[in-house]
């Protein structure tokens, strides 16, 4: 990229070179095998955590990395520079692990977080329901208290991970009239009576994510599954987006460096018209918008990943950081499809991949819209 960065340490630097060497060896060969089962399989996940690469800013009393933001940034790059799609880990570690490590208690920690890190326990959150997504408050799962237990009713849906979860935290009502000071977050274990999986989602992209549909038909889980406190869930949710949000707009500052980088190779290579297809002032110019825009977007980046790591990112930075990035990289990926001609549109090219794959990133963690709201809000 041409900018010198100094955001990273050594330690993280030495940590991209194990990170590295785990997605060419034991992930990106198997890619078209996942893509085509629609997950991936258990003995890579317990790969991945033999290899410390789970739940990198857990604490290392429960089996995690005890490394910071820099580390899970560096998993991420490396993730996007391999080309993978489906194995979610990040989701694991990055967004779902924190919500036990910060508000979960001591027992809680003891017991899930362990395998969790090590990879036999895979984790999901089930806050999308079929009729509300960016509506969080409008939740209509219940969790009713019965003696030491709760009861949870309810239906959920785009759940990642969701076929391969073996712990779920779900967002639900304990209190159906309290409006966001009725939620709360339950643990479920998926092996609760009452508790079943619905088909797996035909997406657009990222085939080897187990997106799924989830269902609740009285599950009876003990009360110490609650996280934290009762009516708290939707606080907790608040201060734990901003990582979600930020993990997201990471993932797309590095995928836009990548597919440039593809991109021109492609163009420097193909002919028409007697010439390359760089040749033309066209491409030149579409690929020094796209170089500008990649800068930009890696200066923000870095910039928001020093506070963050510093624990000083807001959710107003971090929905700034998640448009910006998303939306620059589907503008970019939709130009860098079409200069690819036909081969653009092959799912064998990475950057056809990236341009499906990708597109998500404006819709989930939060859409473009909502972030644009959040952002008004300090205008
Ligand atoms: C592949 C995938 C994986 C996912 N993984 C998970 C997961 O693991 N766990 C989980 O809980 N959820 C997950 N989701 C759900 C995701 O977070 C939601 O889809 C997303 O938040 C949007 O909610 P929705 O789909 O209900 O859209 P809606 O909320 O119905 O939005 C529809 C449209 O209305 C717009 N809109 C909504 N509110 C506003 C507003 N205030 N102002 C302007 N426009 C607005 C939206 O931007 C959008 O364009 C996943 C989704 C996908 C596609």
Redesign the pocket.
Known sequence: MQITRTVYREDHEMFRTTVRRFFEKECAPRQSEWDHAGRVDRETWLKAGREGLLCITIPTEYGGGGGDFGHVAIFSEEYARAGLSGPGFG?HSDIIAPYIARVGNEEQKKKWLPGCCSGETIL?????EPG????LKAVRATARREGNEYVINGS?T????GLNADLIIVVCKTDPNAGAKGISLIVVEADRAGFRRGRKLE?LG?YA?D?AELFFDDVRVPASNLLGEEGKGFAYLMGELPQERFSIAVTAAARLEVALEQTLDYVKDRRAFGQTVWDFQNTKFKLADIKAQAIAVRLMIDHYLGEHMRRRLTLEESAIAKLYATEALGKALDEMVQLHGGYGYMLEYPVARSFVDMR?NR????????MR?LISRKL
């Open positions: 989701v999901a959150i089930a806050m999308t509300t997504g960016s509506d959920k785009f759940i990642s991970n997406k990222q994510q997106t998500v819709i989930y963690g939060g859409t473009s819209e909502v709201d």
